[in-house]
């Protein structure tokens, strides 16, 4: 049957055997015949698949990574339940021209690894109402913030967004229009994964609904790592290269400067990246940056 959220007004399909329902655009949870709203504690169910091969596969795609990594000895997997405020934000703003945003945010709101998930891209769709069995599934964490704090950094984050597009299209603010909708606490599952290669210990973090890698960490082999180096250099004496015969052209040694300055940055990235022995990489996350697939609002 086909049902309306009583949020953001989106129609959906469920089967007709359904009593509650999640609107897969907005997040909000409400019962289908009377379309009430239902702000509750909810948890995501931890996928059955073992986190830790989930991690090594994918480790052994990436760039350097040991041919054998999949075989690593793994030293320690835990279950992280990390508490999150979930909210639904719609804003825009009061002038003629129209700037506005809509997207859904999760606030991780304790354990030592909130920063970790900072920005990231939760799913909409998929929990449940809480159980108390969780608590023994792992560690479990209390918020160390309020809903009220949480929707204080929502409805901030709204308001920078607004500015920040309206900003980029050259409109005017004027006064806004916010709607922060707390959508309820959840408590999203996060594996922590050690294992040993080489007489290292590498620290991973693995999402536990899907088995995505949050954060990981291989070590990167000699011979990956010689050749970003003469990459490296390579990129930088070529610039010099072409600075040279752009000098003897025009007689301005200007343009050497600029294709050595520019050379060596972008060697930056070869020589940060690559001519390193531990690489930190991440399925879902730009690694020491914003989220690949969230916008930052």
Known sequence: ????????????????????????????????????????????????????????????????????????????????????YFFYLHGKSGSKETVEEVCFLGIPAGSPLKVLLHNYPFPVRGKRFFEESVVKKGKYYEPEMTKEQAEAIARSNLETALKWEAKGEGSRIGDLELEVKFLGLVHYPVWEVHYEYGGQTFRNYVDGTDGRVVRGEYPLMSEARKKATILGFGVIGGSILIGLIATAATGNGIGLLGAFVAGVAGAAGIFSKGSVSKRVVSEVMRVDKENAYFRTV
């Open 1 to 84: 049957m086909e049902v309306t959220c009583p949020t953001c007004s989106a129609t959906f399909k469920v089967p007709d055997t359904v009593s509650v329902a999640t609107c897969p655009y907005c997040g909000t949870t409400f019962r289908v015949k009377t379309s009430e709203e239902l702000i509750e504690h909810f948890f995501f169910p931890p996928m059955k698949e073992d986190p830790a091969g989930k991690l090594l596969k994918f480790l052994s795609r990436q760039y350097g990574a040991p041919a054998d990594i999949t075989g690593a000895k793994v030293t320690k997997k835990e279950l992280h339940w990390i508490p999150v």
